[in-house]
């Protein structure tokens, strides 16, 4: 099996502003405003749907079906004796056309035991153009002021409660599950998350969405919030979670271990990627892969299968390869 080159997966009429930079950062010509998510080797679908969010292989095939069909070609042996043919992860590319509202994402515990899912929604995110993002409470809040916020829909407090952190490019992020948060606008990054679609929005005013109806995973907000973070974060705790990349392999903090992997690799000549199932993303640059012959150039999104073997690759660049969590930790 070789790397397969993955076009554009965007889906249109979301909640948000955003598109221009994606397809700016992809060379295409189209400039939607609003498809600001690309949603790369995906095997999740959108929450609701039941195809929208899937990736299309270029033969037609859906990925999910061709994983499915040869698990352990497409994700090796320990993987599978593992997680069978769970991929444990999906990447997005995501261009904050305007400020995201805030929201938080149930753990698995959470959304196995009242949504029968099999992940959580940890996140953590490359920032390829900088901005600020809003992070963890900065102090303990109780559960019936929280209640209070969301229903009278203040934005400005439920905001001004979260650390804000201004963020460069080639910083990373990790956002554990539960933790509150919100992108702001003008970020372009990409994302590494667990493979689900599930938000619990405690902001809605001024977006296009019914949060009343859709915020809660259809379990109530009296259940939906059990599942938010309420203690604030120190200045140190969010330290930990917000910091430059550095180059090389695991260049996120150790917490997103268990559920995903980054590595960060500047090419000038070659570099040689251990084999695995992984989404290579290029940030800058062209490379070759010698393997196969495909030339990869800055904005593309390549998934590799485990058989692929080590990968080859020869040029000048910038290069993100996220896989899933190891099958044994760090040492």
Same mark, same amino acid.
């Given at each position: 099996m070789q790397p397969i080159?993955?076009?554009?997966?965007?889906?249109?009429?979301?909640?948000?502003l955003g598109g221009p930079k994606l397809a700016r950062f992809r060379s295409e010509p189209d400039e939607p405003r609003d498809e600001p998510e690309d949603w790369v080797a995906s095997v999740t679908t959108l929450? =609701? +749907?039941?195809? #929208? $969010? /899937?990736?299309?292989?270029?033969?037609?095939?859906?990925?999910a079906d061709a994983i499915r069909s040869a698990?352990?070609?497409w994700l090796g042996d320990e993987h599978v004796a593992r997680f069978g043919d769970d991929t444990r992860l999906l990447v997005k590319l995501l261009d904050a056309g305007q400020r995201l509202p805030v929201h938080a994402h149930p753990d698995a515990a959470f959304a196995d035991g009242?949504?029968?899912?099999?992940?959580?929604?940890?996140?953590?995110w490359y920032i390829?153009?900088? =901005? +600020?993002?809003? #992070? $963890? /409470?900065t102090r303990d809040v109780g559960r019936h002021e929280l209640e209070q916020l969301v229903a009278s829909q203040d934005n400005e407090?439920?905001?001004?409660m979260l650390h804000r952190r201004a963020v460069d490019p080639g910083d990373v992020v990790f956002v554990p599950a539960g933790v509150l948060h919100a992108i702001g606008e003008g970020v372009l990054l990409v994302e590494l998350q667990e493979p689900e679609d599930l938000s619990i929005l405690l902001e809605w005013r001024g977006f296009a969405l019914?949060?009343?109806r859709d915020g809660h995973l259809g379990l109530t907000f009296s259940v939906a919030l059990d599942a938010v973070e309420l203690r604030g974060r120190t200045t140190d705790e969010i330290d930990?979670?917000?910091?430059?990349?550095?180059?090389?392999?695991s260049v996120l903090p150790v917490g997103a271990d268990p559920f995903f992997r980054l590595e960060h690799r500047r090419i000038d000549g070659g570099v040689e990627l251990e084999e695995g199932f992984q989404v290579l993303v290029v940030l800058e640059g062209e490379l070759r892969d010698t393997g196969s012959g495909l030339t990869l150039p800055r904005g593309s999104t390549t998934v590799v299968p485990h058989s692929a073997g080590p990968l080859v690759l020869k040029g000048a660049g910038e290069l993100l390869s996220c896989r899933p969590p190891a099958a044994a930790p760090r040492p």
């Open positions: 080159v993955l076009p554009s997966n965007r889906p249109a009429a979301r909640f948000y929450a =609701g +749907e039941t195809a #929208l $969010g /899937l990736t299309r292989l270029p033969d037609g095939t859906l990925l698990p352990a070609a009242h949504l029968a899912r099999r992940h959580g929604k940890a996140e953590a390829v153009d900088g =901005g +600020e993002v809003h #992070l $963890g /409470l407090a439920l905001l001004s019914d949060g009343e930990a979670l917000v910091m430059p990349a550095g180059f090389g392999g």
